[in-house]
């Protein structure tokens, strides 16, 4: 079946703009991750869903960062008055349930590029 | 913020060779995950791990989930050029996020 998709694949704008990324999960996986990953690094967490609520969003860096998930399926993270260090790869993953063993294995999408000018 | 512990940063092998990478961290891990990442992709998972001890394989690929929890390796056997990529250790808590080293880049000479 389908895996998870994001778009757009890239995104550039100017310091300052909003923005929005949208990740459509597998289908019936009911725990949804936003991962952000810059150069060189591995992903870094930023807030995980469990169906329509955020379950743990310790990760966003400041409230600037936000993310819905309004129907348990699609998800948007959006970001507020743009910097330049918020340039990354944006990726979001699903898993069957939030839970651990088995039902937790992560699958990533291809992720969003964003470049703030 | 925490990251698990990947070295070195690259390898370079000869195509057949076999190689082994390992991951450590200071805190316990309840799943130890392996993913591959090529350019402009985002990680597949390559591997998951659940018990302490345990060793799982999925072709040539073989890992481990060490028994004080805190480290875990990979083997690749028999490399082959579609082997090329970074690869990520990962692991979760109590809770369901992810964290990640920061990759070992495996680049195979023909």
């Known amino acids: 079946g389908a895996g998870v998709s994001q778009t757009p694949s890239n995104k550039v704008t100017e310091k300052g703009k909003y923005v929005e990324l949208r990740c459509d999960p597998i289908s019936g996986h009911t725990a949804l991750y936003w991962y952000r990953q810059s150069l060189g690094q591995g992903p870094e967490f930023l807030i995980y869903f469990q169906g329509t609520g955020a379950a743990d969003d310790s990760g966003l860096p400041n409230d600037r960062f936000f993310a819905v998930r309004p129907e348990g399926s699609v998800s948007t993270l959006k970001i507020q008055r743009t910097e330049r260090g918020d340039s990354a790869v944006y990726l979001c993953?699903?898993?069957?349930?939030?839970?651990?063993?088995?039902?937790?294995?992560?699958?990533f999408g291809p992720g969003t590029r964003l470049t703030v000018l | 913020g925490q990251q698990l512990n990947q070295s070195p940063q690259s390898m370079f092998i000869q195509e057949g060779e076999d190689v082994s990478m390992n991951c450590t961290s200071s805190s316990i891990f309840n799943t130890w995950l392996w993913y591959k990442q090529d350019p402009g992709e985002g990680p597949v998972l390559l591997i998951a791990l659940y018990k302490a001890g345990e060793l799982t394989s999925n072709g040539r690929l073989t890992a481990q989930f060490g028994i004080t929890r805190k480290d875990s390796f990979l083997n690749i056997s028999a490399s082959i050029p579609s082997d090329v990529g970074i690869y990520f250790c990962?692991?979760?808590?109590?809770?369901?996020?992810?964290?990640f080293g920061k990759g070992i880049t495996l680049s195979v000479r023909p």
């Open positions: 993953a699903s898993s069957l349930k939030g839970s651990g063993g088995p039902y937790n294995e992560q699958f």
């Open positions: 990962a692991g979760s808590g109590a809770n369901s996020k992810l964290t």
